[in-house]
């Protein structure tokens, strides 16, 4: 992996907070719980229509995400009122949710299931007893668990941009929720892309499905490409060379995900291209290896 680009950098500002959240979905809520979001909110559901009486459809759109992220059945109580924000939610024990929408979202009806989306995703968290410390990162992983757990596409499809107005709603940029969304897919075998009505959105979600796919082409993966695997071999003969007794530190190559550790026998540690907790493997040609938070099964050449 080369050092990202001043590109790469704008683009994915929050990308170790981002591959954090996702670790932190499998670590606290389990293997089984997150695969049991391989159905996504589709869009018939968030539907929202300009005939639709308000209050009726942003009732029906809540408790579709309500029903989605399997949270107790309970009334939605969701008002409208002038915020700095788009959308706030009340954090209590229930049983009833309460959710503030800012007014725009009175004339642009399309986005509500969007911003529902990430609110009730913070009851989820909060009743599931994961956070992150701060404000910015917490919200970072509430947008990315609503885009791996199905509902994020929404936040997405709400970036638009033309010669007069931009729209975003989260606090990822648009291809972050792209790489999310790609990760999801990589995961799940599910292509949001033909639900984007935005071209925005599916020009960011392509920029993270590069990113996503390059996250499973680095060594010592056999996926890796001939460049990747030239630099990884110089590396491997360098931490081969060097004693080991005294215990000294990993061999780590500035811009690789990749380090040595010395022991008997030397090991490779690496994250997982699924949800980015470091595996460590011998050194010792091909194997394969279990992630034993995702399960996905990797295949090596150490």
Same mark, same amino acid.
């Given at each position: 992996?080369?050092?990202?680009?001043?590109?790469?950098?704008?683009?994915? +500002?929050?990308?170790?907070?981002?591959?954090?959240?996702?670790?932190?979905?499998?670590?606290?809520?389990?293997?089984?719980?997150?695969?049991?979001?391989?159905?996504?909110?589709?869009?018939?559901?968030?539907?929202?229509?300009?005939?639709?009486?308000?209050?009726?459809?942003?009732?029906?759109?809540?408790?579709?995400?309500?029903?989605?992220?399997?949270?107790?059945?309970?009334?939605?109580?969701?008002?409208?009122?002038?915020?700095?924000?788009?959308?706030?939610?009340?954090?209590?024990?229930?049983?009833?949710?309460?959710?503030?929408?800012?007014?725009?979202?009175?004339?642009?009806?399309?986005?509500?299931?969007?911003?529902?989306?990430?609110?009730?995703?913070?009851?989820? =968290?909060?009743?599931?007893?994961?956070?992150? +410390?701060?404000?910015?990162?917490?919200?970072?992983?509430?947008?990315?668990?609503?885009?791996?757990?199905?509902?994020?596409?929404? =936040?997405?499809?709400?970036?638009?941009?033309?010669?007069?107005?931009?729209?975003?709603?989260?606090?990822?940029?648009?291809?972050?929720?792209?790489?999310?969304?790609?990760?999801?897919? =990589?995961?799940?075998?599910?292509?949001?892309?033909?639900?984007?009505?935005?071209?925005?959105?599916?020009?960011?979600?392509?920029?993270?499905?590069?990113?996503?796919?390059?996250?499973?082409?680095? +060594? +010592?993966?056999?996926?890796?490409?001939?460049?990747?695997?030239?630099?990884?071999?110089?590396?491997?003969?360098?931490?081969?060379?060097?004693?080991?007794?005294?215990?000294?530190?990993?061999?780590?190559?500035?811009?690789?995900?990749?380090?040595?550790?010395?022991?008997?026998?030397?090991?490779?540690?690496?994250?997982?291209?699924?949800?980015?907790?470091?595996?460590?493997?011998?050194?010792?040609?091909?194997?394969?290896?279990?992630?034993?938070?995702?399960?996905?099964?990797?295949?090596?050449?150490?």
């Amino acid at each position: 992996m080369t050092p990202p680009s001043h590109e790469t950098a704008q683009a994915f +500002p929050h990308l170790d907070t981002v591959r954090s959240a996702i670790t932190a979905l499998y670590r606290h809520l389990s293997h089984d719980t997150v695969r049991s979001f391989a159905a996504s909110v589709v869009p018939a559901d968030v539907a929202f229509a300009d005939h639709d009486d308000l209050q009726l459809g942003v009732q029906r759109v809540a408790h579709t995400m309500v029903s989605h992220l399997g949270l107790p059945d309970a009334r939605v109580i969701v008002a409208f009122r002038d915020m700095d924000h788009a959308a706030n939610v009340e954090l209590t024990a229930g049983p009833e949710y309460s959710v503030e929408l800012n007014s725009r979202f009175r004339e642009h009806r399309r986005d509500i299931g969007a911003a529902l989306a990430h609110e009730v995703m913070h009851v989820y =968290l909060h009743r599931a007893g994961l956070s992150f +410390p701060g404000t910015r990162d917490n919200e970072i992983l509430t947008d990315t668990a609503t885009a791996y757990l199905g509902a994020g596409w929404l =936040l997405l499809d709400a970036f638009r941009e033309d010669a007069l107005t931009l729209q975003r709603l989260g606090y990822l940029t648009p291809e972050e929720f792209g790489y999310v969304l790609a990760k999801r897919a =990589l995961a799940f075998g599910e292509d949001p892309s033909p639900w984007f009505t935005s071209p925005q959105a599916y020009t960011a979600y392509t920029a993270g499905m590069a990113l996503a796919r390059r996250d499973g082409e680095q +060594p +010592p993966l056999t996926a890796a490409g001939r460049f990747g695997r030239h630099r990884y071999a110089r590396a491997r003969r360098t931490a081969s060379a060097a004693p080991v007794p005294g215990a000294p530190p990993p061999v780590v190559l500035p811009g690789t995900p990749y380090s040595f550790e010395y022991g008997s026998p030397l090991r490779v540690s690496f994250p997982c291209p699924t949800c980015h907790q470091r595996i460590r493997v011998p050194v010792r040609g091909r194997v394969r290896a279990r992630c034993t938070l995702c399960r996905t099964i990797l295949e090596c050449d150490t």
